[in-house]
């Protein structure tokens, strides 16, 4: 996990979410207080369309 402020992730924030598509969690600080976590989102299942009951 990696904790950056928030200048920081103005300025690296394609290589961040590039980052957290790989799986890592990035916790974003306020004057290096955690305030926000940005982490990967579980892909649900697609399911199956279903013609007629």
Same mark, same amino acid.
């Given at each position: 996990?990696? $904790?950056?402020? =928030?200048? *920081?992730v +103005?300025a690296?924030?394609?290589?961040?979410?590039? $980052? @957290?598509? +790989?799986? *890592?969690? @990035? @916790?974003i600080? +306020? %004057?290096n207080? &955690?305030?926000? *976590? =940005? +982490? &990967?989102? %579980?892909? $649900? &299942?697609?399911?199956?369309?279903?013609?007629?009951?």
């Amino acid at each position: 996990m990696q $904790q950056l402020n =928030i200048n *920081e992730v +103005k300025a690296h924030l394609s290589g961040i979410l590039s $980052q @957290v598509e +790989k799986g *890592e969690t @990035v @916790v974003i600080c +306020k %004057r290096n207080k &955690p305030i926000a *976590e =940005i +982490k &990967p989102i %579980r892909q $649900q &299942p697609k399911k199956s369309a279903r013609w007629g009951y």
